[in-house]
Nanobody
Framework: QVQLVESGGGLVQAGGSLRLSCAAS????????MSWFRQAPGKEREFVAT????????NYADSVKGRFTISRDNAKNTVYLQMNNLEPEDTAVYHC???????????????WGQGTQVTVSS
């Protein structure tokens, strides 16, 4: 089992940047594909980005391609989401998730963090 804790959220103006972190404890994060999802008020949780266990394969939602970058440091048991050129539409609670495969489906992930709030003002 693995426990996930996100950090790094906050309030930022449109066009700004934030870096989210997801610290894993318990089992090593290197055993899992790691992903980021987000959930805005009144909306379903949606896929943002994913990275394979080795870090060799990444995939992004079309809405964030070219602006967000997922990375992982297995030695630190941490996954990151660098978010640049943020837009008000990016406002949401961001969750990291761990699973056996890096797919863009909520149901595929066994472990979830509590989330960190990102608010982008216009």
């Amino acid at each position: 089992q693995v426990q996930l804790v996100e950090s790094g959220g906050g309030l930022v103006q449109a066009g700004g940047s934030l870096r989210l972190s997801c610290a894993a404890s318990g089992r090593s994060a290197s055993r899992y594909a790691m992903s980021w999802f987000r959930q805005a008020p009144g909306k379903e949780r949606e896929f943002v980005a994913t990275m394979s266990r080795s870090g060799g394969v990444t995939n992004y939602a079309d809405s964030v391609k070219g602006r967000f970058t997922i990375s992982r440091d297995n030695a630190k048991n941490t996954v990151y989401l660098q978010m640049n050129n943020l837009e008000p539409e990016d406002t949401a609670v961001y969750h990291c998730a761990a699973g056996s495969t890096s797919v863009p489906r909520v149901a595929a992930y066994d472990y979830w963090g509590q989330g960190t709030q990102v608010t982008v003002s216009s």
